[in-house]
């Protein structure tokens, strides 16, 4: 069956730019979860939603970063005023149970 | 500060060879897991563990759950090329249900 897909793959933006990465889920999966992983770092956790609510939204780095689930399935992540301190890749997981299944990632470059 | 803390974060032995991948923290952890990350994808979950002391062996793989519940090893025997990658623990406290944490990886290499 499909996995979890993420658009774009990558995305070139100038600083100050907004830009919007999307994540489909595995079809059923009630949570998802975004991370980011920057060069040599392990996964930075952003946030993650049950269902459509965002219980923890805790690891966002700024008010310049929101995500929003749209009827339970797919989920977008909003950079605005993008600096250069957010290239990384935005990896999306979504989850059934604890078995968190990731999608290739979004890797975002700002120039 | 990363919650999850693993050592090495590098490591290159030969085909053959055994290795140990450390994954500790002050924390306690109602489950912990292993994800392995190949270059351009996301991580792939190895195991999950739950219980103090446990053991879980995935072919040439073991996976030690720590008694308290804070720490956790990796261990493949006889390594193969495949083996390479960045191998990842994540642990979820019982007090922040569905939060993974990650620790920032061992990026291993066995070559030929």
Known sequence: ?111 | TQLLEQSPQFLSIQEGENLTVYCNSSSVFSSLQWYRQEPGEGPVLLVTVVTGGEVKKLKRLTFQFGDARKDSSLHITAAQPGDTGLYLCAGARSDSWGKFQFGAGTQVVVTP
């Open chain 1, 1 to 111: 069956g499909a996995g979890v897909s993420q658009s774009p793959s990558n995305k070139v933006t100038e600083k100050g730019k907004d830009v919007e990465l999307r994540c489909d889920p595995i079809s059923g999966h009630t949570a998802l979860y975004w991370y980011r992983q920057s060069l040599g770092q392990g996964l930075e956790f952003l946030i993650y939603f049950q269902g459509n609510s965002a219980p923890d939204k805790s690891g966002l780095p700024s008010d310049r970063f929101s995500a929003e689930r749209t009827g339970g399935s797919v989920s977008t992540l909003t950079i605005q005023r993008t600096q250069q301190e957010d290239s990384a890749v935005y990896l999306c997981a979504s989850s059934l149970d604890p078995h968190l299944y990731f999608g290739p990632g979004t890797r975002l470059t700002v120039t």
